[in-house]
């Protein structure tokens, strides 16, 4: 079988014998979108902007962490905290109110804030629906599956590597 472009990634997840190709390709995504937020990206004004609007769930803000880049981390979370704390200066000021998405750039104006300290929970919240790492998955996942669809349709011998591989997670 002849591997196009865009079939590489998702023989090198079969090939890798891994307990599921999917959770390899999506760890690998994580490493390869940590690596490229902590490398020399994080000084170019249009991504940490990108970030500083999504900001990071737990588990890649973790992530980041272990990476080891301590500059480029103080720099990306100091740009995100100074947008955050912004927003919610705004917000205690009746600028704005909470809602989804309002971390990352879904801002709704009005003159009061409605809802008080149960809106502000889930303003907040709305931050770890908007993770930078996450979404940069969530956008390829797709891609990836059709590439799978694909391959068991057009390749016999991709399928046959299918059938011999340990399998798939439940997820």
């Given amino acids: 079988m002849k591997e196009k472009l865009y079939t590489i990634?998702?023989?090198?997840?079969?090939?890798?014998?891994?307990?599921?190709?999917?959770?390899y390709l999506e760890?690998?995504?994580?490493?390869?979108?940590?690596?490229?937020?902590?490398?020399?990206?994080y000084m170019e004004d249009d991504i940490r902007a990108e970030t500083d609007r999504a900001g990071f769930c737990r588990h890649h803000t973790k992530m980041m962490y272990d990476y080891g880049n301590s500059l480029g981390n103080a720099w990306i979370l100091k740009t995100r905290m100074d947008r955050v704390r912004g927003l919610l200066?705004?917000?205690?000021?009746?600028?704005?109110?909470?809602?989804?998405?309002?971390?990352s750039g879904g801002i709704?104006?009005?003159?009061?804030?409605?809802?008080g300290k149960k809106e502000s929970g889930s303003w907040m919240k709305a931050s770890e629906d908007t993770c930078?790492?996450?979404?940069?998955?969530?956008?390829?996942?797709?891609?990836?599956?059709r590439?799978?669809?694909?391959?068991i349709q057009k390749e016999p011998e991709f399928l046959e590597k299918l059938?011999?591989?340990?399998?798939?997670?439940l997820p």
């Fill in 9 to 23: 990634e998702v023989m090198d997840a079969l090939k890798a014998a891994d307990e599921c190709p999917c959770c």
């Fill in 27 to 41: 760890r690998k995504m994580e490493q390869d979108t940590i690596a490229f937020v902590l490398g020399a990206s």
């Fill in 89 to 103: 200066k705004d917000q205690a000021q009746g600028k704005i109110t909470g809602g989804s998405g309002a971390l």
């Fill in 147 to 151: 590439t799978f669809i694909y391959l």
């Fill in 132 to 145: 930078y790492v996450c979404r940069k998955f969530e956008e390829a996942y797709g891609r990836i599956i």
């Fill in 163 to 169: 059938k011999a591989s340990k399998g798939f997670c």
């Fill in 108 to 115: 709704r104006h009005s003159g009061s804030l409605q809802g």
